[in-house]
């Protein structure tokens, strides 16, 4: 066990090695960030002493080098458009993303596994039908697309008639701009304690998490039905199992095997793809944040960025791949072979 966890880490590491050498590489097809940090008044010599001053003089390997030295050290260097340092910067920003990722990865977690296992237990019935076909919509619908339209009815909202009176219902709900008031606890900065901040996250929370939660639920149905067939499932009904016993205990738990690798993958999308989402709602997180700096050619905070999301998606995987030790024993690993 312990040869296989080492083994596993050795291999992330690599992954991030490369994520950060592609990432790095592409960056300099990017642009000059002297052109942004330079006005149009510059002399050649003011652009040489800038060069020297940020190491954009140096050989590639050199400047890759080291970037990952100091990024070891938790030194991303300094953001060419702010000129402050980018772990600072990140810090400020980690906590909008990361709790819209939190909250967008309940929804789909909790609601996507609750549904999957209902419409495939009722799965002729008239609601799991009604499911099935609007969960069409999360899935053949882009992200921006779905936040556009949420935007549209909750944000600006529409005027329905009502049937007993002259009077109307507006749809108008929720905040469509920013993250709302958020109190400061000293390490974080969190909007779920004030009115207006939860309110603020409820569409950007169902925009980034819809797409995950559909195709979380799609599985889980496929797959359940699939083990709902099986032997020994017919077996534990003719015992005379309870249908709760059999559906949660026998069938779920083996139903869960493969779909915790999507989950894993889907908590690592919504970090990744909550560029979008923040972007459409802007929502102060790193993913605006790294749009604002792709617009400036501010290099340090884009490099910082992507290495952060390959971390997450990296120690997602790390941890998908030991819970399947835990959820099925099947898979357990004997004397450190995988």
Known sequence: MLSYILRR????VIVLLVVGLVAFSMFRFVGDPIEQLLGQERTQADVDRL??????NEPFVVQYLGFLGRAIQGDFGISYRQARPVAEILLERAPATLELALVSGIIAVVLGIA???????RREGFAANA???VS?????????LIGVLLIWFFGIGIEIPVPWGDGTISTKLFPTFGRGEVVDLGWWTTGLLTESGRASLVLPAITLGLYQMTLIMRLVRSEMLEVLRQDYIRFARARGLKARVVNFRHALKNTLVPVITIIGLQLGAIIAFAIITETVFQWPGVGLLFINAVQFVDIPVMAAYLMLVSVMFVVINLIVDLLYVTVDPRLRIDGGTA
């Open 131 to 133: 499911i099935m076909t």
């Open 51 to 56: 060069r020297e001053a940020l190491g954009l």
């Open 115 to 121: 549904l999957g296992v209902f419409t495939a237990i």
């Open 136 to 144: 069409l919509i999360g899935v053949s619908l882009p992200t921006f």
């Open 9 to 12: 880490i050795l291999q992330s």
